[in-house]
T-cell receptor, first 115, second 114 residues
């Protein structure tokens, strides 16, 4: 496909379980971003990848959150021991090189519900 | 720290009217500003951007105005249509490791009545 894709689109899990969220960026985009959007809120930055490395992890809320990117393409966001406050929409975006004026293209998001 | 806010959480307009969505930012060093549109169930979509060396930029039916003196920007939508109904976010970007990370405001929900 031409756009950013994310899977699953919805995930319901029980408190304490681990979850993995996947992002497929636009082919050729070197920059990849993860955000979290809680109900009625703006987007909260989590982590940024340039290629396979993550120069900015400053938004990860706790050590239960981690992310990796392989082959300069697919990225996985992992949340361990999920808590109810982790419930949100997790959005992924990619841009061509991560420059100031590079447009970020967002995926549709994964809606995570922790029961 | 950086904060980006919107003045109104909801804006209701009639189809055909012009809409104005406002945004204030706190970091005077911000040099790049973006407006996004987010429709229900979708990710944000880029609408228009403006650099700090400009005070106005126009797109198709949209205009962004930047007032650096009062750290305020606005998005004007001309002849608003029902398809414009969405949440609109302003964002400023900060430099990080060679890239630029947007800081988003909470969003304004635009409701267009036919």
């Amino acid at each position: 496909g031409a756009g950013v894709s994310q899977s699953p689109s919805n995930k319901v899990t029980e408190k304490g379980k681990d979850v993995e969220l996947r992002c497929d960026p636009i082919s050729g985009h070197t920059a990849l971003y993860w955000y979290r959007q809680s109900l009625g809120q703006g987007l909260e930055f989590l982590i940024y990848f340039q290629g396979n490395s993550a120069p900015d992890k400053s938004g990860l809320p706790s050590d239960r959150f981690s992310a990796e990117r392989t082959g300069g393409s697919v990225s996985t966001l992992t949340i361990q021991r999920t808590q109810q406050e982790d419930s949100a929409v997790y959005l992924c975006a990619s841009s061509r090189q991560g420059g100031n004026t590079d447009t970020q293209y967002f995926g549709p998001g994964t809606r995570l519900t922790v029961l | 720290g950086e904060s980006v806010g919107l003045h109104l959480p909801t804006l209701s307009v009639q189809e055909g009217d012009n809409s104005i969505i406002n945004c204030a930012y706190s970091n005077s060093a911000s040099d790049y500003f973006i407006w996004y549109k987010q429709e229900s169930g979708k990710g944000p979509q880029f609408i228009i951007d403006i650099r700090s060396n400009m005070d106005k930029r126009q797109g198709q039916r949209v205009t962004v105005l930047l007032n650096k003196t009062v750290k305020h920007l606005s998005l004007q939508i001309a002849a608003t249509q029902p398809g414009d109904s969405a949440v609109y976010f302003c964002a400023t970007s900060r430099a990080s490791g060679g890239s630029y990370i947007p800081t988003f405001g909470r969003g304004t929900s635009l409701i267009v009545h036919p």
